[in-house]
């Protein structure tokens, strides 16, 4: 189910939308209510599954991965409220990133499935998502080695 | 901390339009039930101290850690089609 790196390598490019300027979290994070404002940045290579989002007012950023590249199986039910609140009318309107843990070993980073950043492409508006349906928090980015 | 004594079936309001009910008591357990506005977020503590931890250790990768996920990245999508 997981990806691994050669299967990463044939991943057809699949690139989220960078939406133009700040992307805003009215609420903040989980463990970082005051950070509001980033930008997202293009990471690694051209194209590639990752980003990263740095913000504007501390020094803090946050390596976001496309879920589809990784997880492919992967849907966030977005509540209705959650849509509304971020003015999304359709799913065209969201891009949806994960959030990457690299730890001492970046072949054991991780992926927070459970609370997804979703992001209105148009408006930069923002939520890290709560799926509640027991979904990990540390997901395994690439699959074991020879599994 | 406020602290209300509630039997089964006993509710507590929080605010005008939040209303928490006892459905159930069991040993250690408790049942509760939850009418709030679609506006109000409900969720189990626990969930969103998980959530609390994983960002703070996402938080910041140094940049060791990022050249080395940079060093196993695959070439740029492009330069290989995909078979």
């Known amino acids: ?147 | 901390m406020l602290v209300l004594t509630r039997s089964t079936n006993q509710s507590i309001m929080i605010g005008p339009d939040v209303v928490v009910t006892v459905l159930e008591v069991r040993g250690d357990h408790v049942r509760l039930g939850i009418t709030a506005p679609r506006s109000v977020a409900v969720y189990r503590e626990e969930v969103i101290a998980q959530l609390e931890a994983a960002n703070r250790d996402a938080s910041s990768p140094s940049a060791a850690a990022l050249d080395e996920l940079r060093s196993l990245e695959p070439p740029a999508s492009g330069a290989t089609e995909p078979t």
């Open chain 1, 1 to 147: 189910m997981n990806a691994t790196l050669q299967d990463l390598s044939n991943a057809p490019a699949a690139p989220p939308t960078h939406p133009a300027g700040e992307i805003i979290f009215d609420h903040g994070l989980p463990g970082f209510p005051s950070t509001r404002r980033f930008l997202l940045e293009a990471w690694g290579v051209a194209n590639g599954p990752f980003s990263l989002l740095r913000s504007v007012e501390r020094d803090t950023e946050f390596l976001l991965a496309d879920p589809d590249v990784f997880f492919p199986d992967y849907t966030a039910e977005i509540d209705d409220e959650t849509a509304t609140w971020l003015g999304l009318r359709q799913a065209d309107d969201a891009v949806l990133f994960v959030i990457v843990t690299v730890g001492d070993r970046a072949d054991q980073a991780t992926a927070n499935l459970l609370g997804p950043i979703v992001v209105n492409r148009s408006t930069g508006r923002a939520i890290q998502a709560v799926l509640n349906e027991g979904f990990s928090t540390r997901e395994p980015l690439f699959a074991t080695r020879g599994a």
